[in-house]
């Protein structure tokens, strides 16, 4: 059941909707039921990208790496095309970037700290030696 939330690049989703509205002429102000509408979901996107990021293969990590990278890319691309066109560049563009940037950032910081933890309890490393002496 929960199959949906751990495999989907929640942060994509939200940057390819961002990209299309952004390049369509959409007016997404801070105050605006567009503008809170992405905020909102870019955080609840981050929130969820974190949670899958606790403990995944390695191929999905590869995955999850692959789909920050490509949700960087687009953002680039956006922004971009804000300055090239002069169109508006405001509160939500930095909240977006602000979000893509802490998934690319975190995501994997946390699959590697959740890694050394699996590690670290498989080997024994930090664990207290065996009591071989009997009752001490």
Do not use: H
């Amino acid at each position: 059941m929960l199959w949906p939330l751990r495999k989907t690049p929640w942060a994509l989703i939200v940057v390819i909707c961002y990209a299309i509205a952004k390049l369509a002429g959409a007016q997404l102000a801070a105050g605006s039921i567009p503008g809170l509408i992405f905020i909102s979901a870019g955080l609840l996107a981050l929130i969820l990208e974190f949670m899958r990021s606790a403990d995944i293969t390695v191929s999905t990590f590869k995955l999850d790496l692959a789909m920050s990278i490509l949700a960087l890319l687009i953002c680039a691309v956006v922004t971009t095309c804000i300055f090239t066109l002069k169109l508006s560049f405001g509160f939500v563009d930095v909240i977006i970037w602000a979000i893509v940037l802490a998934d690319a950032w975190l995501g994997p910081v946390n699959s590697f700290k959740t890694a050394l933890r699996n590690i670290t309890t498989d080997v024994g490393i930090g664990q207290p030696p065996p009591n071989e002496g009997g009752n001490q």
